[in-house]
């Protein structure tokens, strides 16, 4: 079955790390994006691709970097100027530029600073 | 910008009664709707959206919500909670020139009470 693979499932940093999110899709979805889940705000866009070798800033990309170099892969890299990395991250994709079929959501990634 | 509001963070609700969620957008073209289920440390379901045409949309699981534009309104109503309903529902728009981004209400999480 087609879908969206997040891991790890479980994620801890240590102050000053830089980690990685996994995101892989198997959907042939044209577009990517990561989201970041606290409780109590809902979900904020951290970056999207629309295209392969191209992304773009969402609404709290500082502190994090992606890439986009596979159609099925776009990766989160938590960088260590992230202040308050301690978060649920989620990974979506859709038919891209096609805006009525919604999202696909991968089970996410739980991030802990420890 | 736009904007979506759930009213209620919380909502309790007994088996077997009548679910209501509610979710208001700011826009004066109607946008693209949508409303999503997240069960604990997953990502999110697509319930139903709402793009054209009939202004009732039935989901899955005996979800169903109707567009109101005199109202800017996305309200989730389900005629009986079930135990399995327990969950948060999000309230998304992909707003009129936004491509399709995502915007997501801060979230409601419903309790079913027994």
């Known amino acids: 079955d087609g879908g969206i693979t997040q891991s790890p499932k479980y994620l801890f940093r240590k102050e000053g790390q830089n980690v990685t999110l996994s995101c892989e899709q198997n959907?042939?979805?044209?577009?990517m994006y990561w989201y970041r889940q606290d409780p109590g705000q809902g979900l904020r866009l951290i970056y999207y691709s629309q295209i392969v070798n191209d992304f773009q800033k969402g609404d709290i990309a500082e502190g994090y970097s992606v890439s986009r170099e596979k159609k099925e892969s776009f990766p989160l890299t938590v960088t260590s100027a992230q202040k308050n990395p301690t978060a649920f991250y989620l990974c979506a994709s859709s038919l891209g530029m096609v805006t009525n079929y919604g999202y696909t959501f991968g089970s996410g990634t739980r991030l802990t600073v420890v | 910008a736009q904007s979506v509001t759930q009213l209620g963070s919380h909502v309790s609700v007994s088996e077997g009664a009548l679910v209501l969620l509610r979710c208001n957008y700011s826009s004066s073209v109607p946008p693209y709707l949508f409303w999503y289920v997240q069960y604990p440390n997953q990502g999110l379901q697509l319930l139903l959206k709402?793009?054209?045409?009939?202004?009732l949309v039935k989901g899955i699981n005996g979800f169903e919500a109707e567009f109101k534009k005199s109202e800017t309104s996305f309200h989730l109503t389900k005629p009986s909670a079930h135990m399995s309903d327990a969950a948060e529902y999000f309230c998304a728009v992909i707003p009129p020139g936004y491509g399709n981004k995502l915007v997501f209400g801060a979230g409601t999480i419903l309790r079913v009470k027994s």
């Open positions: 709402y793009t054209t045409g009939a202004t």
């Open positions: 959907l042939n979805h044209d577009a």
